[in-house]
């Protein structure tokens, strides 16, 4: 890319103009750069035949379409890949996905409909000229359709494919379909995890976007910052005063940010014993939300301001030790077969990370993630110091905990010790709870991959990952993973179905972690 054409991409990313788009995002209203603008939007979904496309993409852009995100004289949407399949091919696929549990009723049916006539399928491979050229063709024709003045187009390509796969489709986005941007217009790429297998390949990957994108114009999706509760983090810590003075190594002993699901890796099984579950879980999304919790105050909410935060912090990650790190890889893993038979890929790690700064030293904190465990859920666990003097002798009961439980049930609720009610002096242990299926009831939760996409439409990058920082996200794995996959360290067979290796029980315990028995918190019904 030619430096002055970059500059003017870059230049055209920061224009501020009126919008058909709503906007009522809270940032919008603290001086987020984020653009607000109208003309002709078209939507390429590379790899529309594929998984996430028609489980994720799709269905999110339905819902945008649905809240009137997406106004039909504006948008259009196309959807790429190497598969034969007609237009209607195409919507057959999508159709039975789009549901979010009101299909029943003719004005959902109506919408649909309406959607899907905003989808057009171009067929063609990842690295010829044809492919794009044709593309480009139906993209343009598209604009000319809606009188769009050249270089006030705009154009988002969503890359749902494999990482393989995006040099070579940058590469013709950037011969053929490129938008002009001086009235502007623009042209932004999102681009999927896993970015990388390690530090290098992720750096060559990086290099080679950033020959032909300028960084703001792509965007590196982790849905997890898309998660209702992952977005609440920084309001949750840095609007109230309650946790201002609490949240640091004098109060804090431990915590913990856990992944857990209660399937195994069926039907993508070849692409995870690829990556395991460090690349496919830690290294990304647990590492987002341990930013979040821990990083300290950005000067204010632009995406700038942000993520030198969540740099800085990362940079202070200590390197990981071996005794800190437990394994698993859960019975039966193997017998899929497209794993390999002598496969050393751990489906389960628990991992205590240290941090060296002011506000953490001698804090850990466990990141565990796990496939084929007991139960489904993703949740923070933050666990209080005892309390000093212990005069109601209720040490053993447990101590407090802050749990933020991202799904499912989305919930905060901090453990606490009462008095037993009653003409007793007894102790229990209780909890003060927000439940948000019942706090806000009537209200849909967007699904996280709706929110980003209207965010990079936006020009939002507050919620992706920035090249540096997905450079430190795998300084602090890639030693590890390269011991993983030399076979020094060996995942321990668990159970399917169970918590996962009883050494990360007992890892959880070396590093400081209480548990409380007798207690659990029950999510309230309506
Ligand atoms: N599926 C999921 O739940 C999630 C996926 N992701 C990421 O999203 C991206 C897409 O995932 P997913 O949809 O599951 O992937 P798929 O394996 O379904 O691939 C998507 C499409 O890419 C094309 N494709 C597949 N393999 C190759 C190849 N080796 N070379 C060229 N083209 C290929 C195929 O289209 P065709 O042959 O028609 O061209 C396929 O339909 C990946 O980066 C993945 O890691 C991230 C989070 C969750
Ligand atoms: O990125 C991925 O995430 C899913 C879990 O996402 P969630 O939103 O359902 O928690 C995981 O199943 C998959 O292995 C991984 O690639």
Redesign the pocket.
């Known amino acids: 890319m030619g430096s002055s054409e970059s500059s003017q991409v870059i230049k055209s990313d920061s224009f501020s103009e009126t919008s058909s788009l709503k906007s009522d995002s809270f940032t919008d209203r603290v001086e987020s750069e984020s653009t607000l603008e109208s003309g002709c939007l078209s939507i390429v979904v590379l790899g529309a035949s594929g998984d996430l496309a028609k489980k994720k993409t799709f269905p999110a852009l339905f819902h945008l379409f649905q809240q009137g995100f997406l106004p039909p004289n504006e948008v259009y949407i196309f959807g790429y890949a190497r598969t034969k399949l007609s237009d209607d091919g195409l919507r057959d696929r999508i159709r039975g996905h789009l549901g979010k549990g009101n299909e029943a009723s003719s004005e959902f049916s109506e919408a649909v409909s309406k959607f899907l006539q905003l989808i057009k399928y171009v067929s063609g491979s990842y690295d010829s000229d044809e492919g794009f050229k044709l593309l480009d063709k139906e993209i343009s024709l598209h604009e000319q359709s809606k009188n769009s003045h050249e270089g006030s187009s705009r154009r988002l390509f969503y890359l749902a494919l494999p990482p393989s796969v995006y040099p070579s489709v940058c590469k013709m986005i950037r011969k053929h379909c490129m938008n002009q941007s001086d009235l502007g217009g623009w042209t932004r790429i999102v681009v999927e ?1 896993p970015f990388g297998k390690d530090l290098s390949s992720a750096e060559e990957l990086s290099a080679q976007l950033g020959e032909l994108f300028n960084e703001q114009q792509i965007y590196r999706i982790d ?2 910052l898309g ?1 209702e509760l992952v977005q609440n983090l920084l309001v949750l810590r840095f609007a109230n005063r309650l946790f201002l003075p609490l949240w640091n190594r004098d109060n804090i002993d431990n915590i913990q940010i856990v ?1 857990r ?1 209660d399937f195994g ?1 069926e039907g ?1 099984g070849g692409y ?1 014993d690829e990556y395991g579950i460090i690349r ?2 830690i290294q ?2 647990l590492l987002q939300v341990f930013c979040l919790v821990a990083m300290e105050k950005p000067i204010s909410l632009k995406p700038e301001h942000i993520r030198d935060e969540k740099v800085k912090f990362l940079q202070s990650v200590l390197p990981i030790k071996d005794e800190d790190v437990v394994l698993g890889q859960y019975e039966g893993y193997k017998d899929d077969p497209t794993v390999s038979k002598d496969s050393n890929t751990p489906t389960f790690a628990t991992a205590v990370l240290r941090i060296h700064n002011e506000r953490w030293e001698g804090v850990p904190f466990i990141l565990k993630a796990g ?1 084929a465990l007991n139960s ?1 859920k ?1 949740e923070i666990r933050v666990q209080f110091k005892d309390v000093p003097g212990d005069i109601f002798k209720c040490k053993k009961q447990g101590r407090n905990e802050f749990v933020i439980r ?2 499912p049930s989305e919930a905060m609720y901090m453990k606490l010790t009462v008095k037993q009610p009653g003409l007793e002096m007894s102790t229990i242990q209780s909890e003060l709870d927000l439940s948000y299926r019942q706090r806000y009831q009537g209200v849909t939760i967007p699904e ?1 991959y709706e929110r980003l996409i209207l965010d990079t439409i936006r020009g939002d990058q507050q919620h992706f990952v920035r090249r540096d920082e997905l450079k430190v996200a795998w300084e602090i794995f890639t030693p590890l993973l390269h011991r993983i996959d030399d076979g020094e360290l060996k995942p321990i067979p668990y159970k399917p179905g169970s918590r996962g290796p009883k050494e990360a029980d007992e890892l959880l315990s070396r590093a400081g972690y209480v548990q409380t028995h007798g207690y659990i918190w029950i999510p309230p019904t309506l």
């Open positions: 995890k849905h997890y998660k992944f699901e890796t993508r995870f496919d879980i990304n999304h496939k489904r993703a991202l799904q996280a």
